[in-house]
């Protein structure tokens, strides 16, 4: 018998007889499934159908995740490549003393684009593929909640990469190290656009990481399988969880820092410059708020694929489950109190040397959890002997003798000595090589039957694995030894006679012998993906998983979205494949024609609406274009075209989401054993509402960061505070502020409860926008006719900067304004509420929140004016 659900979002399907939910979905309801029968002939052929990806030059508009992740997983693998060649270049030059391979200024941009395209085009994005491609298929959805933004996310990285890295090829790559630090970075000292090509270059892919890691928080929290609650959710998708959350905290502060360092070099703003006002140590603290926690965030996903492959070696359920969920939250929370146990040696006052000496010491408590729980794990299992098992086992020891350094350096008195020595070089590539690059060759040996139906070769691949173990051994070990005997880091040369030539030799027969294994695995990998293996079934699962990903079948990822009881589905019921394949979960096929995903609760995983997906589209690719084309001609200076470029990414944005907020036909459609579910919502039960918000939240970290910003600068040089707070637009600035965030917040409202709803809304958000504009100008006024200049002092830099930023937000707004008012012209703005209303109240209220901020944070402090 087929139940309908009422009007309304929440409560999709309720029934006063059975237990209270979350959101009144009947949880009795999961004893339909599985469905007994046949599903109708044609259904699975419609699915497949649906979900193709197009084919020859139409492939590049192709947005979902199983293409757009395979891609990006070859991308970052790529850049991996590429910077170990730089480095080969390095150790060639430093086999031998006075070597003079390659010149001084050459050498620098080797070094500053290895340790750049490692750090920014390869750990990151990397951990962030491996997720696109795999937290759908570990959780049941069919695709990620906005696969065109991980589309967009996808070639915005690809172009900005490439273009960034083909820099060295024309002499155009910065020198300054892959931190940039001022004043060495600043325009008296780094003359030219090389500075500038790395600034804009890794602004642009932070951006593209960032929307990557929305993408993947609201898939986490919303597209899971029904039943998954939290207890039953993967530990790598709890991961993934923990990473985007740290991405949207962390890399704003790269976004501010680059963001002021091009503002100096633009304009002459001295907002680093000690002689006027600035400080280069705020660069420091801003770059290393998001520098430290941006480790734990490459280790985390990946440390949580070792968990979910630990697993299935030792086919034992983890040990200390909870514990790790655990130590993953808490290594994520302390790593953010870290940062400055990378400036032990710039004179940090005592008790904040010690603070960061004990939280560094922290992180290795939960860290070293993880540890005992895999060594526990295989322990207690029956270990399979294979290559990812290799991998795994040499990847644990490799990062815990990282950790051990690691806790070294983070005493202040061990760190003064080795401080910028290569004993600091030898220690971060121990960690990053143990906790994420011998994971990953893991996961490539691991997941590869599920991406193609074949394996990887078993044989070949103990050669791969001790190529790279010997390897790093031999490369880096002998690094502690010369950077205690003195060498520093970030030399071209050093003088023979000082018994450094025997380490440096033993550790570029190293860097090859690795260089050997990595060239061995490609040549592996491109045989094996050269060819499509047709297994399917249980077959691809090789090495017999419990988890939801080995159901994957195509695009489309799973036949039907199952009930999920158990952490591995797939050990708890042996028939689970049987019943998935036949169609007798959840969307067993395509209810409404297009491409569709199960929406569910964020704790307890229940069903609330069916959620239509756009399909491959070409706007993505060309904003992307266009995107890029902004940024890297801002760099060479050509602002017309830069413009331009600007223009038509704005354009491309707005067509590309234009038939996002689309209203069906079908108000609700059958999702599986006759269970009635909507396929339109409004409000916090929408996904969009909760991308709405964390796009928020990385504004909002932004900002924070600019506050923070003039607050360092007012504590350490105050006496560069000589324009007097001007008070003129406090009253007018106040009001305009208190209007536009008033006038948004009764938009929906307005449009619910008239009957021209609709137009209330549009000019309410348009008064809103205006009123915004208002203040903006009332604040910028005021300061400008109080005499503050922005290349005249730290104040006036960092007041213009906090200005220039927020006027950034209000384009934005304006741009949305114009965007809701087009779309209530065409009728695509219907009453009681719609989805982009939702979402542009969002962003209105937050701007005019933080134009009271930047109103009121100068006048106020210093307290009472000058």
């Given amino acids: 018998m087929t139940r309908s659900a009422p009007p309304g979002v929440a409560g999709a399907v309720r029934d006063a007889a059975t237990q209270p939910s979350e959101t009144g979905f009947d949880t009795t309801l999961y004893e339909r499934f ?117 589309a967009y996310s996808y070639w915005a990285y690809l172009i900005g990469g490439v273009v960034f890295f083909c820099s060295i090829f024309f002499s155009l790559a910065p020198s300054g190290g892959w931190f940039m630090y001022p004043p060495l970075s600043s325009g008296v000292y780094a003359k030219g656009i090389n500075a500038d090509f790395w600034l804009l270059g890794i602004g642009f892919i932070e951006i593209s990481a960032i929307a990557g890691a929305i993408e993947l928080i609201v898939g986490v929290l919303r597209t899971r399988a029904p039943g998954m609650t939290l207890a039953k959710m993967p530990i790598y998708a709890w991961a993934v969880l923990i ?114 000496s004990a939280a560094s010491m922290a992180v290795a408590i939960p860290a070293g959890a993880q540890v005992f729980a895999w060594i526990a794990t295989l322990a207690s299992g029956k270990v399979q002997r294979n290559v990812p098992s290799l991998f795994l086992v040499g990847g644990i020891l490799i990062f815990v003798m990282g950790g051990l350094t690691g806790v070294m350096v983070g005493m202040v008195a061990f760190d003064g000595q080795a401080h910028d020595t290569y004993f600091v070089v030898a220690h971060f590539h121990y960690v990053l090589i143990g906790s994420m690059v011998f994971p990953l060759f893991a996961g490539f040996y691991y997941w590869t039957p599920m991406i193609n139906g074949q394996q990887l070769s078993e044989r070949v691949g103990r050669w791969v694995f001790w190529l790279n173990f010997i390897g790093v051994h031999v490369c880096f070990l002998p ?48 045989h094996c993906y050269g060819r499509q293996g047709n297994v399917g079934g249980d077959a691809r699962n ?61 704790s307890r995983a229940e069903p609330q609406y069916v959620q239509i997906m756009p399909g491959p589209s070409w ?3 060309l904003a992307a274009l266009f995107t890029a084309g902004f940024f890297l001609l801002l760099t060479v200076k050509a602002m017309t075209l830069s413009a331009i470029c600007g223009v038509l990414t704005v354009v491309c944005v707005m067509r590309w989401v ?15 054993a006759g269970i009635i579910l909507p396929t339109y919502v409004t409000g916090p039960p929408s996904h969009g509402w909760w991308a709405a918000v964390l796009l928020v939240v990385v504004l909002g970290m932004i900002f924070l960061m600019s506050m923070f910003s003039y607050l360092y600068l007012f504590g350490a040089h105050p006496d560069w505070w000589k324009v007097a ?41 348009t008064l809103s926008m205006v009123c915004l504009v208002a203040a903006l100008a009332v604040d910028g006024l005021d300061w400008w006719n109080a005499g503050l200049r922005g290349d005249a002092s730290g104040q006036g830099a960092t007041i213009f900067a906090m200005l220039a930023w927020h006027g950034t937000i209000v384009l934005a707004v304006v741009l949305s304004a114009f965007y809701y008012l087009a779309r209530w012209m065409r009728g695509l703005a219907p009453a009681p509420a719609n989805k982009t209303l939702e979402a542009l109240r969002i962003l209105f209220i937050y701007a005019a929140l933080e134009g009271a901020a930047g109103l009121l944070l100068p006048r106020l402090l210093p307290w009472g004016g000058l």
């Fill in 725 to 765: 707070a001007p008070r003129g637009a406090l009253v007018p600035g106040t009001l305009l502020l208190g209007a536009s965030a008033g006038l948004a917040f009764a938009a929906r409202p307005l449009m619910a409860r008239f009957k021209r709803g609709s137009g209330l809304s549009a000019g309410t958000m």
């Fill in 658 to 672: 234009w038939s996002n907020d689309r209203h069906i036909p079908q108000k609700q459609v059958d999702a599986g």
């Fill in 34 to 150: 599985p469905t007994q029968g046949n599903r109708p002939p044609g259904e699975f052929e419609a699915l497949k159908k649906v979900w193709e990806t197009p084919t020859g030059w139409r492939a590049f508009s192709a947005v979902n995740n199983n293409f757009i992740g395979f891609l990006f997983i070859v991308t970052a693998f790529g850049f991996f490549v590429a910077a170990g060649i730089l480095s080969l270049v390095m150790r060639v030059q430093l086999a031998a003393p006075l070597a003079g391979i390659v010149p001084q200024e050459t050498y620098n941009q080797l070094f500053t684009m290895h340790g750049s395209v490692m750090m920014f085009l390869f750990a990151v994005p990397a951990v962030e593929a491996i997720a696109v491609l795999l937290l759908p298929q570990m959780i049941a959805a069919r695709d990620l909640p906005f696969p065109r933004l991980s």
């Fill in 479 to 526: 690094m502690h030894l010369s950077g205690l005997m003195g060498m520093p880091r970030r030399v071209d040369t050093y003088l023979p006679g000082r018994a450094m030539e025997v380490p440096n030799l033993i550790s570029t027969v190293g860097a090859f012998i690795m260089a050997a294994g990595v060239l061995l695995f490609l040549i592996d990998a491109i």
């Fill in 542 to 602: 090789v090495y017999k998983g419990g988890t939801l990903e080995w159901l994957a079948t195509g695009n489309y990822g799973i036949r039907s979205i199952p009930v999920v009881h158990d952490l591995e589905p797939l050990w708890a019921d042996p028939r689970l494949r049987q019943d998935v394949e036949a169609g007798r979960y959840f969307l067993p096929g395509t209810a409404t024609g297009a491409r569709e995903t199960l929406i569910t609760s964020s």
């Fill in 619 to 621: 706007w993505p690719l």
């Fill in 243 to 356: 990473f985007g959350v740290m991405i949207i905290l962390a890399f704003p502060a790269m976004i501010m820092v680059t963001f002021l360092l091009e503002l100096e070099r633009a304009f002459n703003w001295p907002l680093f410059d000690a002689t006027r006002g600035g400080d280069p140590l705020l660069y420091q603290h801003l770059f290393w708020f998001f520098g430290h926690p941006d480790v734990y965030i490459i280790f985390i996903p990946a440390s949580a694929m070792v968990s979910a492959m630990i697993v299935t070696v030792a086919q034992k359920p983890l040990v200390g489950h909870e514990i790790v969920v655990l130590a993953l939250i808490a290594t994520g929370f302390i790593s953010f109190g870290v940062w400055a146990h990378h400036m032990f040696t710039v004179g940090l006052p005592g008790l904040s040397a010690g603070y960061f």
